[in-house]
């Protein structure tokens, strides 16, 4: 890998992609320390401290939430308006055209995403500062939509951070950013382990018994990410002129966690929005309840969490991959699945495949995403509710990462990181 990295340098354009990435990653990083005026730091640290949702956020958005930064929200409420956009583009017939017109009808759906995320940001954003106004130094409707307008511009501000990612740099911005949250509080958790371990708060049997699970569930992620499901495929022959094409055999590979880390994403953001109403807007009393019987880490909560998102698995994986177009595209191409005829059949075939592998991918994302219930009990070491979708968050993105920088690579003869 080292060496593939000297390569990735070498090359003068995908180093300046790499670099700028880089140079964007550390501008989200300096900006998760930069505070939001107008609130006590150390009181909204007690208060997030308290709350098990707060401790996700804080988690997810690498301190910045715990900080009370100026990105406090994260990416969150683009992910939300993301999901909304696509569910409306299933219902809604202009959306759905849009959807269809090719590259300017994606930038146009992109652009409400954009108006929805600022509208998404900054009612969560008067939520949040309503629901802390003890750590407000003077509670007031004026500070209220003062702390309000500078989350939600720190909201749209990592939106475009990641959009210029995405274009400019390598992988995928918005992804990439909560990559970079997740893996700066390793060093915290490694603290945070050393010190249990000497105050004698937890064994070494335990530690060594969570880095081992750990590794078996990189281990697992990494199989699954990139296992498939090759369907052969038979190409004609033709011939054209004096020249004859195709007559050859190739694959259809249809990957087994087709959708990514996306329904993992989806789903925290969509089981989140509820437990923050409830908190904000239900009252302490209602709020403690919501927290105690459905909030994280609950029986209820798990189980709607898991079947979320196996749901959202089948979701996404529908939107990016339609078996009708990639059996016209097979027909049109003068290629056939053997044993099966072109058109109908072929689609039907593909779609049937797809739903048995996309079965095995969904339970395996909702086992990773509920498994650290099962390990904190197992291993009695606290603090770990989220590191399941962590992993998999961070595994899934540096496998998706490696893959660009290794097609790139490939285009200019080097030796990429799979071999």
Known sequence: MLDSLRNAFKVSELKNKLLFTLAMLLVFRVAAHIPVPGVDPSLFKELAQSNMLFGFFDVISGGAFANISVVAMGIFPYINASIIMQLLTVVIPRLEQLAKEGEEGRKKIT???????????????????????????????????????????????????????????????????IFAGIVSGIPGAVMYLSEALVVG?????????????????????????????????????????????????????????QAGVIPVIFASSLLMFPEQLAQWFGGAKFGQWYTTYLGFGTIPNTVVYALLIMGFTYFYTAIIMNPVDMADNIKRHGGFIPGMRPGRPTAEYISKVMSRITLAGAVFLALIAIMPNFVMAATKIPGIWFGGTSLLIVVGVALDTMKQIESQLLMRSYQGFIK
Do not use: D
């Not at 008067?126 to 989350?151: D, E, Q, R």
């Not at 708060?201 to 699954?224: E, H, K, N």
């Not at 990139?226 to 050859?248: D, L």
């Open 111 to 177: 652009q409400y995403t954009r108006y929805f995320t600022a509208v998404l940001a900054f009612i969560q954003a008067i939520g949040l500062s309503i629901y802390l106004k003890a750590a407000l130094a003077n509670p007031g409707p004026f500070a209220y939509i003062a702390v309000a307008i500078t989350l939600t511009a720190g909201t749209v501000f990592l939106m475009w951070l990641g959009e210029q990612i995405t274009e400019k740099g390598i992988g995928n911005g918005i992804s990439l950013i």
């Open 201 to 257: 708060t937890i064994s070494i049997l335990s530690v060594l018994a969570l880095i081992v699970i750990g590794l078996l569930v990189i281990a697992g992620i990494v199989v699954v990410h990139q296992g498939q499901r090759r369907i052969p495929v038979q190409y004609a022959k033709r011939v054209v002129g004096r020249r004859v094409y195709g007559g050859q055999t190739t694959h259809l590979p249809l990957r087994v966690n």
